[in-house]
């Protein structure tokens, strides 16, 4: 299956013509705990995103990577702050109510310098989604994003190291998708 039209982020010129969405895994380095991982990718991402608000970039967001954000975000601090237990306790904790400002703040964010738009999850061809799924083929986030991208003309930027969607940008780090 061919990749995707991928290019270097910290390569790319935005301009106020670019349309872009913005993985989860982006936001995560941009807004999330950060976890040992490697320094230069925080950096990089970080520096498109001065560069794609200072150049005036339109940026969309969807329900599905608020959650995935939300999520993620959840997880992550369970395992840097209470590694081993169970994630509904930590949910129950007390400590996790100022996880919870933080991960709304972030997301309030997000939404600041973001559109948001509709998955189009009504008229997603779930039949092949569910079938290239069950065969291991794909993940399933990833049909939703490539699909919304394809239908909207968004180009992606993402980290995901096995995003494969033929017939979209994608600007990204990772050097297993260039």
């Known amino acids: 299956m061919a990749h995707s039209a991928a290019q270097e982020v910290s ?9 872009l969405f913005l993985d989860a895994n ?8 950060q976890q040992p991982r490697p320094r230069s990718y925080i950096k990089t991402y970080s520096n498109a995103y001065k ?11 969807d329900v599905l990577i608020v959650s995935e954000f939300i999520n993620r975000y959840a997880r992550l601090q369970q395992n840097l702050v209470a590694p081993g237990g169970s994630f509904k306790q930590f949910r129950n904790s007390s400590f996790f109510k100022s996880v919870a400002q933080d991960i709304a703040s972030n ?19 779930m039949s092949d ?3 290239d799924f069950a065969a291991g083929a794909s993940d399933f986030n990833d049909q939703v994003i490539a699909e919304l991208c394809k239908n909207n003309g968004l180009t992606l930027v993402t980290h995901d190291s096995d995003f494969n969607a033929p017939g979209i940008s994608v ?8």
């Open 11 to 19: 390569r790319y010129t935005f301009s106020a013509k670019d349309e």
């Open 26 to 33: 982006i936001w995560l380095f941009l807004y999330g705990p």
């Open 51 to 61: 560069r794609i608000l200072s150049a005036k970039s339109r940026i969309y967001v």
């Open 107 to 125: 997301v309030n964010r997000i939404l600041r310098n973001s559109s948001r738009i509709e998955s189009g999850f009504a008229t997603l061809n």
């Open 129 to 131: 989604f569910l079938n």
């Open 171 to 178: 600007l990204t780090a990772n050097r297993n998708l260039l």
